[in-house]
T-cell receptor, first 115, second 112 residues
Framework: KAGVTQTPRYLIKTRGQQVTLSCSPISGHRSVSWYQQTPGQGLQFLFEYFSETQRNKGNFPGRFSGRQFSNSRSEMNVSTLELGDSALYLC??????????????FGPGTRLLVL | GESVGLHLPTLSVQEGDNSIINCAYSNSASDYFIWYKQESGKGPQFIIDIRSNMDKRQGQRVTVLLNKTVKHLSLQIAATQPGDSAVYFCAENHGGYQKVTFGTGTKLQVIP
């Protein structure tokens, strides 16, 4: 069974631009969550989607948004990029979600650099 | 506030020795704990988990110990190998996504 895949793997953007990241979960998984990982803050929860609905949201500004499609694939969008948005963005999937105490399986991440 | 922390930011171990990585948590309501391994350039990889109704769980070469009395979690790796070199971090779940807290990580360096 294929793992979680994320595209692109690397991105370089400039301040003010917007970016869209994509995540394909493990087949059969309906829950997709997004995390931001930085050296200083560690892993920070962004949001979680389940059956095309945002079910949980972390403490990030509205510039960070996402959506999920009927095939469970998910996209994350960041508008008006800031230097501080430079990070590794990770996607994780599970059958029902972390609320059920399930293990999440992470993708390789998208490394975003904002100049 | 609630937090999950690691005692040692870097751990150097001789190949073949056992490794012990520690994690302290502060929320007594946490009922599910996970250890992840993250190699350079990769996403976190699930290693082993444990629920609060257990105090020990074993996997292949890894053992997780949970001491709820002192809110302490540890990961033991037997016969450490060069491929074990990575950052290890723990996570606790005390009810939903907003309540999954990740530690900042411990870097394990295996000396050949």
């Amino acid at each position: 069974k294929a793992g979680v895949t994320q595209t692109p793997r690397y991105l370089i953007k400039t301040r003010g631009q917007q970016v869209t990241l994509s995540c394909s979960p493990i087949s059969g998984h309906r829950s997709v969550s997004w995390y931001q990982q930085t050296p200083g803050q560690g892993l920070q929860f962004l949001f979680e989607y389940f059956s095309e609905t945002q079910r949980n949201k972390g403490n990030f500004p509205g510039r960070f948004s996402g959506r999920q499609f009927s095939n469970s694939r998910s996209e994350m969008n960041v508008s008006t990029l800031e230097l501080g948005d430079s990070a590794l963005y990770l996607c994780a999937s599970s059958f029902q979600g972390a609320e059920r105490g399930e293990t999440q399986y992470f993708g390789p991440g998208t490394r975003l650099l904002v100049l | 506030g609630e937090s999950v922390g690691l005692h040692l930011p870097t751990l150097s171990v001789q190949e073949g020795d056992n490794s012990i990585i520690n994690c302290a948590y502060s929320n007594s309501a946490s009922d599910y704990f996970i250890w992840y391994k993250q190699e350079s350039g990769k996403g976190p990889q699930f290693i082993i988990d444990i629920r609060s109704n257990m105090d020990k769980r074993q996997g292949q070469r890894v053992t997780v110990l949970l001491n709820k009395t002192v809110k302490h979690l540890s990961l033991q790796i037997a016969a450490t190998q060069p491929g074990d070199s990575a950052v290890y971090f723990c996570a606790e779940n005390h009810g939903g996504y907003q309540k999954v807290t990740f530690g900042t990580g411990t870097k394990l360096q295996v000396i050949p």
